[in-house]
């Protein structure tokens, strides 16, 4: 009887435990999920606070054994709202999977996997607000995404702030671009810095790039920016994390929304080595599928660009570059070299935009009205040879020129027979001009119009849902030895292993007089480029970039070495691997395109002698066409080899990259 009388008592105290336990006297222990990669690589560890305390939820992030991430924050803010997830109450939790292949219109693969495994997580924040936190774990990468529904219909809410943090394990090398405020171009060198080296409350730009000694590497960015704010990184003060930064509005306030919302994804990109951040299309995948129907004229290719050399056509002023003969003279140069789109242009002085304005420079004044060509400009005439010629004309606006016009202005457009467009100047990406540059593609879509995007920040994937979306600048490009010397092979190597990481990135391509690093000096027509023939060709296959300029005049290319391989380079692809990498000194990208593959290489500061192996081809012969620098291309880097060579998929290819060089190499199938 003793016994029962025990066991009477203990159960008894068994029941008042759990009572307290049910009524929230007593804390209960933290709760964790474990969400993994469909190939089982990638591990996100994400911990629920204890209930009652004002910690936050968070994660961390392993690659098989080893922790990238660690105890990574959550929070999102709202006006009259205070932390929505803080305080909250955590509801349930949902899971589900993914397995699907999407395609890829133009871009690195003819396909991407849109493979994940998700969890969601959900609070109710309130009375009346839930937040959803969705985790999805590609093989890949690891992304999140913060979703807010109310049970009142059309109810707006002020987002004040979003602390997603990134909390790097160790002491990785970060390749880093700061930022001097909000309004950017989003046009900055890259400094490689230990992490613990970088300045605390000091904006940085995304993607950031880290990688350990063990090569594992990571890329944080963000993908489908949509009616929302911009991010940014802050180093925390006590430097142990990097910060979300979102680019405030004009009020302070960072997002205005009218619920439910869903925020862009916070996207922590991770590779065994860094060539695989290069590689991947999960930026792409996080997108929604295409808003555009019929997506049969969207035909990128390269395309000409006066601009940047000067808007001559021989290395000397002649005509205006809005002048029936200087656009005759190009139009001729592109229908005899297979180029299909000349675009005419604009300069900052003394020519004001092809469009009527008073006002000199490209900057709009008052009387700006971008429906109606200059007088000067004899646009019909133009389009009717270039018509005749078999190619399309691309232009230039300035952003601030289409405000309050732009469904009229982009009917107009399609009237006037443009193809496409680059849109200049945007410098800001604050929810307003997020939401400006989408009415701008919705706009162009209706009217059969491609766009650039310049002077602005990194893609976030949403050529998938804008097909005609298709490039942005955001990038110290070539387009700065006109007027410095920054853009330097080795500039170059590290935005490959940043900006690009992000997207399609418009560079300026295509200088084909280049000078030693002692002889070079910046000038605005006819300017010159630094790094040898071979890596201003190899940027061609190494960069992604599916409308690339041909920037140079057009004597500086015919009768020229490597001018034939930039004729017939495609400019989208069916697959892609990445073969080397050295972060910032070296990169070795092979192509596919149909049953043709393209190999493109870049070396930044020291030459490099590589051998590659040609075991990722099919077997059988393949006719292989060689362009490679020259013994003497330090001192003459205009100099360029070509070779050519019958070989199997059990051999390999030998090269020796000189310093600021490259190669190009194209292999085609025998029957």
């Known amino acids: 009887m003793k016994i029962i009388r025990v066991l009477h008592r203990f159960a008894k105290y068994l029941l008042c435990i759990f009572t307290l336990l049910v009524l929230g006297n007593i804390p209960l222990a933290q709760e964790s999920f474990s969400l993994g990669s469909p190939d089982g690589k990638i591990h996100t560890e994400i911990t629920l606070p204890h209930p009652g305390t004002s910690k936050n939820l968070h994660w961390s992030v392993k690659l098989q054994d080893k922790l990238l991430l660690e105890k990574s924050e959550i929070n999102l803010s709202a006006i009259g709202h205070g932390d929505l997830l803080s305080s909250g109450k955590w509801l349930y939790s949902t899971r589900r999977s993914q397995d699907a292949r999407v395609p890829v219109l133009f871009g690195k693969s003819s396909h991407a996997n849109d493979t994940f495994n998700e969890l969601r997580l959900a609070f109710a924040a309130n009375e009346t607000l ?185 290395g000397k002023p002649g005509a205006s570059p809005l002048s029936f003969e200087t656009n005759k003279k190009y139009i001729d140069f592109c229908a005899r070299n297979g180029l299909p789109i000349h675009s005419i242009t604009s300069t ?123 490039n942005h600048e955001g990038a110290l490009n070539l387009e700065y030895l006109k007027w410095s010397d920054r853009c330097t092979p080795e500039h170059n190597l590290r935005m490959a292993f940043t900006r690009l990481i992000a997207g399609p990135m418009d560079y300026h391509l295509g200088g084909f007089r280049s000078l030693p690093p002692d002889q070079f000096k910046p000038r605005q027509i006819a300017p010159h480029v630094l790094g040898t023939r071979g890596h201003m060709l190899a940027m061609y296959v190494c960069f992604d970039n599916p409308t690339p300029m041909i920037a140079d005049y057009p004597t500086a290319y015919e009768g020229q070495p490597g001018f034939d391989f930039l004729q017939t380079v495609p400019t989208w692809w069916d697959e892609t691997k990445v073969l080397k990498t050295e972060i910032g000194e070296l990169l070795v990208v092979a192509r596919r395109k149909g049953q043709d593959w393209y190999l493109g290489g870049m070396s930044g500061g020291q030459p490099h002698q590589i051998n590659l ?7 059988g012969k393949w006719n292989t066409t060689l362009w490679r620098d020259t013994e003497d291309s330090e001192k003459n880097p205009n100099h360029l080899v070509t070779k050519t060579k019958s070989l199997t998929n059990t051999e390999s290819i030998s090269i020796r990259l000189a310093q600021g060089g490259g190669f190009v190499v194209v292999l085609k199938a025998t029957d």
């Open 130 to 314: 839930q937040v959803d936190v969705v985790f999805r774990c590609y093989s890949d990468a690891v992304a999140l995404r913060y979703e807010v529904k109310s049970d009142q219909d059309q109810e707006k809410l002020i987002i004040s702030d979003e602390t997603t943090t990134f909390r790097l394990t160790g002491n990785p090398t970060a390749f880093v671009q700061y930022l001097e405020h909000h309004k950017t171009s989003h046009e900055h060198e890259v400094d490689v810095v230990p992490y613990d080296a970088i300045p605390s409350n000091q904006l940085l730009d995304t993607p950031l790039t880290a990688f350990w000694p063990d090569k594992k590497s990571v890329a944080i960015t963000e993908a489908a920016l949509s009616n929302y704010a911009g991010m940014a990184l802050l180093r925390s003060a006590s430097k142990d994390a990097l910060i979300t930064k979102l680019t405030p509005r004009p009020d302070g306030n960072k997002v205005e929304a009218t619920l439910p919302l869903k925020t862009p994804w916070r996207v922590v990109l991770i590779g065994d080595q860094p060539g695989d951040l290069l590689e991947s299309n999960t930026l792409y995948c996080l997108n929604e599928p295409s808003a555009v129907a019929d997506t049969s004229w969207i035909k990128p290719d390269k395309l000409t660009f006066h601009w940047w050399n000067g808007d001559v056509y021989d």
């Open 348 to 470: 900052e002085s003394p020519t004001t935009p092809w469009y009527h304005q008073t006002k000199r420079g490209v900057a709009p004044g008052p009387d700006t009205d971008i429906t109606r060509p200059r007088a000067e400009f004899d646009l019909p005439r133009i389009m009717e040879y270039a018509r005749a010629k078999g190619v399309r004309l691309w232009t230039w606006v300035h952003q601030a020129a289409l405000h309050g016009r732009v469904e009229e202005a982009f009917a107009a457009f399609e009237e006037m027979g443009w193809s496409g467009m680059m849109v200049d100047f945007i410098d800001h990406d604050d929810q307003d001009h997020v939401e400006y540059t989408e009415e701008i593609l919705k706009a162009a879509a209706r009217h059969h119009i491609l766009i650039h995007f310049h002077g602005v920040w990194k893609p976030t994937g949403l050529e998938r849902t804008y097909p005609n979306l298709m």
């Open 613 to 619: 192996r040609l075991d990722f081809l099919p077997s």
